[in-house]
T-cell receptor, first 112, second 115 residues
């Protein structure tokens, strides 16, 4: 069963505009959420995370929003840059668990 | 090394062959994870080590899959009698703490193709 879902397999955005990547989860036990970025032929690299006690976490151009009641989180990138073009994975886990569940990923393309 | 290193990068195995995939985590990292990523999917959890102890192997798909980390550093994922459905990228990740709520560093993965 897919406990973490990224329903958009791809997203294309113009350079300088905002990119919004969405993620939904079904397991209410998840209390920690992460975004990973993956370039071709490389492993995923950690981007930003958020604990369930917060609804927003910001790091430079990247902001993650969490809506616990909707079991939804989103990653905002503003302004988007061509170097942001990659596959973005949403992941979820809980503090007492060793199993991090990933979504299927969204391929972001930022056009110059 | 500076990061998580996996070898080989690519492996082609004939159906029924045994394979061994190696992971060198970042020095000093306590936790080590193996993930399987099928084409077009996100990584799926296989197993977790804390030092040399395998604390969770609930994600291993069958008893053909076996993982070890005997000295708490390098880990090997072994797949016996490979099947075509085993074709995937196998990712290893390590973390300096015993929780996934800290950043886990991933290796580049081993792409296994079973023909």
């Amino acid at each position: 069963d897919q406990q973490v879902k990224q329903n958009s397999p791809s997203l294309s955005v113009q350079e300088g505009r905002i990119s919004i990547l969405n993620c939904d989860y079904t397991n209410s036990m998840f209390d920690y959420f992460l975004w990973y970025k993956k370039y071709p032929a490389e492993g995923p690299t950690f981007l930003i995370s958020i604990s369930s006690i917060k609804d927003k976490n910001e790091d430079g151009r990247f902001t993650v929003f969490l809506n616990k009641s909707a079991k939804h989180l989103s990653l905002h990138i503003v302004p988007s840059q061509p170097g942001d073009s990659a596959v973005y994975f949403c992941a979820a886990t809980s503090y007492n668990n060793n199993d991090m569940r990933f979504g299927a990923g969204t391929r972001l393309t930022v056009k110059p | 090394g500076a990061g998580v290193s996996q070898s080989p990068r690519y492996k082609v195995a004939k159906r029924g062959q045994d394979v061994a995939l190696r992971c060198d985590p970042i020095s000093g990292h306590v936790s080590l994870f193996w993930y399987q990523q099928a084409l077009g999917q996100g990584p799926e959890f296989l197993t977790y080590f804390q030092n040399e102890a395998q604390l969770d192997k609930s994600g291993l798909p069958s008893d053909r899959f076996f993982a070890e980390r005997p000295e708490g550093s390098v880990s090997t994922l072994k797949i016996q009698r490979t099947q075509q459905e085993d074709s995937a990228v196998y990712l290893c990740a390590s973390s300096w703490r015993d929780s996934l709520t800290t950043e886990a560093f991933f290796g580049q993965g081993t792409r296994l193709t079973v023909v």
